[in-house]
C-alpha cells in the first residue's frame, strides 16, 4: 500500500526567511511521481511543483523547490524568500498508475 | 480555459437525506476524482472516474457513489446522510494519463444537521 506522511502539522516562518516542509513516502514501485499542492485559506487547491521518480535532478519553480532523495523515500519542500501569501496549508501527494495519495497537510503560516 | 467547476458551492442537509454534488472538469480531461477533506485527516480518495468508468475506489461505505457521463462531467452521490459526512469535498481533473497532475475545484461545503 501507498502511504504518504507529512509529520509537521504546523510550522511558522518569518517573512524573507527560508522554511522547508517534509514529506516521506512508502511505496514498492519504481517508477511514480510526487507533487506538492498549496490550499490557502478558504480557497482552491493549486499546484506547487511536480517531480518524476525517474529524474536525479530535483525541480524548482521560483521560489519554490525540492530535495528528492529517492533512496529514503522523502521529498521534501523548499520555500525561499517566504512572503505573506505563501501562507496555507502544504499537501504532498504520491501517484503511480492514476490514483493520487495525499499526506495530512502541513499548515504553514508567514509571519510579518 | 476554464477550471474545474463544482456545484454547490455550500450545502446544509438533515440525517437521513441524500445530497448529489456536481464536477465539471477542465475541457479535455476524461478522468475525475473526487475527496473528502477534513480537518486532521487530510484528503481522503472517494472514486476516480475516467471515460464514464469507476477505474479507482477508496474505503467509503455503499453510501457514497458516484458516476460519469460521456461529456466528463461527474456527480457524486452520497445517501442516507450521517453527521460524520460533514466535509468539504473536492473534485480533480486530469488528463487520466499517469503522472499527469490533478486540477482542482473550490468544492463543495456539506454540513449535516
Known amino acids: 500500500a501507498q502511504t504518504v506522511t507529512q509529520s509537521q502539522p504546523e510550522m511558522s516562518v518569518q517573512e524573507a526567511e527560508t522554511v522547508t516542509l517534509s514529506c516521506t513516502y512508502d511505496t514498492s514501485e519504481n517508477n511514480y511521481y510526487l507533487f506538492w499542492y498549496k490550499q490557502p485559506p478558504s480557497r482552491q487547491m493549486i499546484l506547487v511543483i511536480r517531480q518524476e521518480a525517474y529524474k536525479q535532478q530535483n525541480a524548482t519553480e521560483n521560489r519554490f523547490s525540492v530535495n528528492f532523495q529517492k533512496a529514503a523515500k522523502s521529498f521534501s519542500l523548499k520555500i525561499s524568500d517566504s512572503q505573506l501569501g505563501d501562507t496555507a496549508m502544504y499537501f504532498c501527494a504520491f501517484t503511480s498508475g492514476n490514483q493520487f495519495y495525499f499526506g495530512t497537510g502541513t499548515s504553514l503560516t508567514v509571519i510579518p | 480555459k476554464a477550471g474545474v467547476t463544482q456545484t454547490p458551492r455550500y450545502l446544509i442537509k438533515t440525517r437521513g437525506q441524500q445530497v448529489t454534488l456536481s464536477c465539471s472538469p477542465i475541457?479535455?480531461?476524461?478522468?475525475v476524482s473526487w475527496y473528502q477533506q477534513t480537518p486532521g485527516q487530510g484528503l481522503q480518495f472517494l472514486f476516480e472516474y475516467f471515460s464514464e468508468t469507476q477505474r479507482n475506489k477508496g474505503n467509503f461505505p455503499g453510501r457514497f457513489s458516484g458516476r460519469q457521463f460521456s461529456n466528463s462531467r461527474s456527480e457524486m452521490n452520497v445517501s442516507t446522510l450521517e453527521l460524520g459526512d460533514s466535509a468539504l469535498y473536492l473534485c480533480?481533473?486530469?488528463?487520466?494519463?499517469?503522472?499527469?497532475?490533478?486540477?482542482f475545484g473550490d468544492g463543495t461545503r456539506l454540513s449535516i444537521l
Open positions: 475541457s479535455g480531461h476524461r478522468s
Open positions: 480533480a481533473s486530469s488528463l487520466g494519463e499517469e503522472g499527469q497532475p490533478q486540477h
